[in-house]
């Protein structure tokens, strides 16, 4: 538990943007929860966020990043999740947060969203780590980003590829779209791609800190896990990819 809080102190985050002087990583002690501030602030720049935006955040999870990208950017935010559980975690973390962030959560599959969410159009829509329990479906979630932006919208996507799946990297019975398959998917779903960044180096990055973290608490559950991952990124058969795109 005590290396559990370690870890995501205020709600799942995400993974971190760090600072590289060649391929080494130079900051990773400024911890985890700020290498994922730091990534939501390099997502945003990206995505050119303002105060003027209005966000779909598709799978908001706890609510960190939604809080996050409200907080640095000023702009409305509206998350979309389907666990409950990570839903009453998340207006949690915002009323514990402040009173003043225009930032709402609610509790619905992405693909049959309220009529609240589904009748509005948004400037942005965003999707940090969220696709990636569902590949197979990956053309859907993305004609979902697609139908929720005004024309001229842009889509802040950042999420786990393969060809290994992320989670089961060793199993080689389970795949996960690449790189390239995630650019044609988005390209194909009527998108004009503006950036393309392979971040698999911030991925590993931030799972070395959490492996470090692990052997602090001499956790072999996630020693083993974390061990496995780094393993699988540096072979290039897991990574990360990121993509800001233009509806058309």
């Given amino acids: 538990k005590q290396w559990y809080q370690r870890r995501v102190r205020d709600g799942n985050l995400g993974d971190g943007y760090y600072t590289f002087v060649g391929d080494e990583a130079v900051n ?3 911890g985890f929860p700020e290498a994922c501030r730091r990534m939501t602030r ?3 720049a990206l995505g050119q966020l303002d105060t003027r935006s209005i966000v779909l955040d598709l799978g908001s999870g706890e609510g960190t990043p939604a809080i996050n990208m409200a907080k640095q950017f000023g702009c409305k935010v509206v998350g979309v999740e389907l666990s409950s559980n990570n839903v009453e975690k998340a207006r949690g973390f915002l009323k514990e947060e402040s009173s003043t962030l225009n930032v709402q959560f ?8 309220p009529a609240a969410v589904s009748n509005c159009m948004f400037t942005h829509v965003w999707a940090q780590v969220s696709f990636f329990h569902t590949h197979a479906h990956l053309r859907r979630c993305i ?3 697609a139908n929720s932006l005004k024309s001229g919208g842009t889509f802040v996507l950042v ?3 393969g060809p290994r799946h992320p989670v089961f990297t060793r199993d080689t019975t389970k795949s996960a779209p690449d790189m390239n398959r995630y650019i044609k ?6 998108f004009k791609i503006l950036i393309k960044e392979d971040a698999s180096r911030h991925f590993l990055a931030g799972t070395s800190f959490l492996r470090k973290i692990a052997g602090e608490e001499k956790n072999t559950f996630e020693i083993n896990f974390y061990d496995g991952r780094i393993s699988s990124i540096k072979e290039g058969l897991i990574g990360m990819v990121i993509i800001i795109a233009q509806k058309k």
Avoid: K, S
Avoid at 106 to 113: K, L, S, T
Avoid at 185 to 190: I, K, L, M, R, S
């Fill in 159 to 161: 999420d786990y590829c």
């Fill in 42 to 44: 390099y997502l945003g």
């Fill in 106 to 113: 609610h509790e619905a599959n992405f693909f049959d969203m």
């Fill in 143 to 145: 004609d979902v980003a």
């Fill in 185 to 190: 998917t988005v390209e194909d779903a009527g």
């Fill in 28 to 30: 990773l002690d400024i």
